[in-house]
């Protein structure tokens, strides 16, 4: 059993920059591949980023890529989002989740631990 938390959100005017942290209760963060999800109001939950637990492997959504980092720092629990470039459209509440193994999945239901969430509105 893993417990995230989510915080970082906020308003940006398009162009800044916002990071997520996303800290995880536990003593086995390490085995558990994290995502970050995203849900904007109508819509459904996309995904977003995802990284292995040794950190060594990352793999984003192509509506993020080049903008976007995710992180790890596995002695502090603790996964990042790292957002660049905002646009008007990556409004959403973001959400990280996490999923025991190194098999990625970009399906929301494949991931069994969720944090609440944190807004972030990107303003033009």
């Known amino acids: 059993q893993v417990q995230l938390v989510e915080s970082g959100g906020g308003l940006v005017q398009a162009g800044g920059s916002l990071r997520l942290s996303c800290a995880a209760s536990?003593?086995?963060?390490?085995?558990?591949?994290m995502g970050w999800f995203r849900q904007a109001p109508g819509k459904e939950r996309e995904f977003v980023a995802a990284?292995?637990?040794?950190?060594?492997?990352?793999f984003y959504a192509d509506s993020v890529k080049g903008r976007f980092t995710i992180s790890r720092d596995n002695a502090k629990n603790t996964v990042y989002l790292q957002m660049g470039s905002l646009k008007p459209e990556d409004t959403a509440a973001y959400y990280c989740?996490?999923?025991?193994?190194?098999?990625?999945?970009?399906?929301?239901?494949?991931?069994?631990?969720w944090g609440q969430g944190t807004q972030v509105t990107v303003s033009s």
């Open positions: 990284i292995r637990g040794s950190g060594n492997s990352a």
């Open positions: 989740a996490a999923r025991a193994g190194v098999v990625l999945s970009t399906s929301p239901s494949n991931y069994p631990y």
């Open positions: 536990g003593r086995t963060f390490s085995i558990y591949l």
